[in-house]
């Protein structure tokens, strides 16, 4: 089993960054990616950003060039850095672990993006 744990959502003004983490903890082994997606209420849940155990990256084409992910290796935690915030981007953010058979998710963090 892995547990998730999120951190770092919030308010933020339109412009403004945020830095969400997520620690993952348990039984980690080979590991695919872990990274976040994002849902707002009545829709799918999208790709944000990922990053794979050899530390290729994928983003959304929405925030490239804004997001930024990152991953502490030792910590096996997983950043996702924020800048110019859009009130677009208001979602929650949820953390994903994938082990090939098995993807286990955050419990989600809300971002918000006032204009």
């Known amino acids: 089993q892995v547990q998730l744990v999120e951190s770092g959502g919030g308010l933020v003004q339109a412009g403004g960054s945020l830095r969400i983490s997520c620690a993952a903890s348990g039984s980690i082994f080979r590991l695919n990616f872990m990274g976040w997606y994002r849902q707002a209420p009545g829709k799918q849940r999208d790709l944000v950003a990922v990053i794979t155990s050899g530390g290729s990256t994928n983003y959304a084409d929405s925030v490239k060039g804004r997001f930024t992910i990152s991953r502490d290796n030792a910590k096996n935690t997983v950043y996702l850095q924020m800048n110019s915030l859009k009130p677009e981007d208001t979602n929650v953010y949820y953390c994903?672990?994938?082990?090939?058979?098995?993807?286990?998710w955050g419990q989600g963090t809300q971002v918000t993006v006032s204009s």
């Open positions: 994903v672990v994938d082990l090939g058979p098995r993807r286990f």
